[in-house]
């Protein structure tokens, strides 16, 4: 009898670990306390309790090549950035496809999640659920949590003195839907995050002045990168990953800085990061620095104290007259559901096996899908946790001992600090690229460059200069896709495909030129390594 496994939410993460129970054998059953699949990306009017909300304009940080599902490339007349309402529309398609509407009960929230008395030796889990107000209890031999991190506001009032006596109106970004309302306004938005960016650039149109408040700056990328193509299709190559992993830090942190204001000078229009040594995330929005410009959005240190109806900023300065706050100021996370003996998180953390097990249960049957925050697209990351995690539940992939597995979290946190810093905001980031390898060790997905290189060069050659995209973990192993290789062949040509709507002759067809200089590139580096080693 097939194993029956809980999966909690309908969202990215929901759907695609619905689908790898299939793909296993498995037997999936999807709660979803609203009436619709989607998740975030499901925009709403109001805001909903227990789901994560996004304003109406959202549009994706990632491109479409980078974020799609590995075996369900998007519609190729799809934008490369898709605006929430075309994202939902694929993870519509995509449900459809592989029929996974049928596993999921929706308008049923899941209020505990607790082991069975002979947890130590089924691993088994009672899942207690509330529809229509009848409870109900099952017995699952696996829970997968697949609730994302986009759902509990946190807005720390104990920093900015004066805010309960603040006699405008002031709210989280979560609440923000859009610029109505906000004519002849004063705004202050606190955070230098995508949703902080994207909400001062929208409301500078609509209101009469708008500020961002910022502690700590950030690095602003635009979507649109080297020749024109998405960002991380660019950046997220095999081949820039070794460029960047074999550099000295100083040198590295020196590169990425240029690299950053090669588009603008941070410093000059006050976004700098606080530590530009770290390799946070970045924010996108490729119109904050021309409303800068145009001092329709003015940038200010953080808020030190509130009257009022004043902000008197860090340095001194004072802006009257402020009507709305809007704290752009990230998330918490939590699962109330479950005993703090199973998941305990402190301080915004959350101490999981490669972001996915609890190191301490006796059975390794309950996984937390999707809580990261990777350098690039979640989707590829959830779909490698969901297919690692059904391996593991069918005893097809075994993990390490108690103490490996705490030792191991140890080091990635240590290296997470290294490379992203302390802050609240960094908890759960992560690189991507050596990410998804790893996961793709654990269900045996990982592409194999060399033996590929004497196999099939192109491929190879594509794989390693060109984008990383999910396609590449499809290519071997249990759940190999026949349309991988065409996909990743082809993904030039659909990045391409929704701009050049005003078709133009030619004037380039340097492709063998390129493969060759990518194949003396490749050797030359081979080279230096095995040089570097002797």
Not at 184 to 204: F, H, P, Q, W, Y
């Amino acid at each position: 009898m097939a194993k029956r496994v809980a999966v909690i939410g309908s969202g990215v993460s929901g759907l695609t670990s619905i689908k790898s129970c299939l793909d296993e054998g498995l037997q999936p059953t999807c709660f979803e306390r609203s009436d619709d699949i989607g998740g975030l990306w499901r925009f709403k009017e109001k805001v909903e309790e227990g789901r994560a909300s996004i304003y109406q304009s959202v549009f994706t940080n990632s491109s479409k090549e980078m974020s799609c599902f590995s075996d369900f490339p998007m519609p190729e007349h799809f934008p490369n950035f898709l605006h929430n309402t075309r994202f939902l529309e694929y993870l519509k398609l995509y449900a459809k496809r592989f029929d996974l509407l049928k596993y999921i009960r929706f308008k049923t929230t899941v209020i505990s999640v607790r082991k069975s008395q002979d947890f130590s030796t089924t691993g088994q889990w009672i899942v207690v659920t509330v529809s229509d107000g009848k409870q109900e209890s099952t017995v699952f031999d696996a829970v997968m949590v697949c609730m994302g991190h986009h759902i509990e506001s946190f807005i720390p009032v104990q920093s900015f003195p004066g805010i309960e006596k603040f006699k405008g109106q002031y709210f989280h970004s979560r609440e923000y839907k859009s610029p109505e309302g906000f004519q002849e306004k004063t705004v202050v938005v606190i955070g230098m995050g995508n949703s902080a960016s994207d909400i001062a650039v929208e409301l500078c149109q609509r209101a009469k002045r708008v500020f961002i408040s910022t502690r700590g700056g950030s690095w602003v990328m635009s979507r649109v990168y080297d020749d024109g193509y998405p960002w991380d299709t660019v950046f997220h190559t095999r081949f820039s990953n070794l460029i960047r992993s074999i550099l000295p830090w100083p040198l590295l942190k020196r590169v990425y800085e240029q690299k950053m204001n090669q588009w603008f000078n941070h410093e000059n229009y006050g976004v700098v990061p606080q530590n530009r040594a770290l390799m946070k995330e970045p924010v996108f929005n490729d119109d904050l620095p021309s409303r800068i410009l145009c001092g329709s959005v003015v940038v200010k240190p953080i808020v030190k104290e509130f009257t009022e109806t004043a902000a008197i900023f860090e340095d001194g300065t004072m802006e009257e007259n402020v009507d709305v706050v809007i704290f752009a100021t990230g998330y918490s996370f939590s699962f109330p559901f479950l005993e703090q003996s199973v998941i305990k998180v402190e301080n915004n953390e959350v101490a999981l096996y490669k972001h996915v097990f609890p190191p301490t249960l006796e059975k390794p049957t309950l996984a937390v899908i999707g809580l990261i925050q990777s350098l690039g697209p979640i989707m590829p990351n959830a779909e490698l946790q969901a297919r690692w995690a059904t391996r593991v539940f069918k005893g097809l992939t075994v993990l390490p001992s108690e103490s490996t597995m705490m030792t191991d979290i140890v080091k990635r946190k240590e290296k997470r600090i290294k490379w992203f810093g302390t802050g609240r905001s960094q908890t759960l980031q992560t690189d991507h690229i050596e990410y998804l390898d790893e996961l793709a060790e654990g269900s045996d997905a990982r592409p194999r460059i060399l033996p590929l290189l004497l196999k099939d060069p192109k491929l190879a050659l594509t794989i390693y200069f060109g984008p990383c995209s999910p396609f590449q973990f499809r290519l071997t192993g249990p759940g190999k896709w026949d349309g991988a290789r065409n996909a990743i062949l082809t993904q030039k040509a659909r990045i391409i495909k929704p701009t050049r709507t005003r078709v133009v002759c030619d004037s380039s067809n340097n492709s063998l030129v390129s493969y060759l200089l990518k194949i003396f590139g490749l050797l030359a580096l081979f080279t230096a390594i095995f040089v570097s080693l002797q």
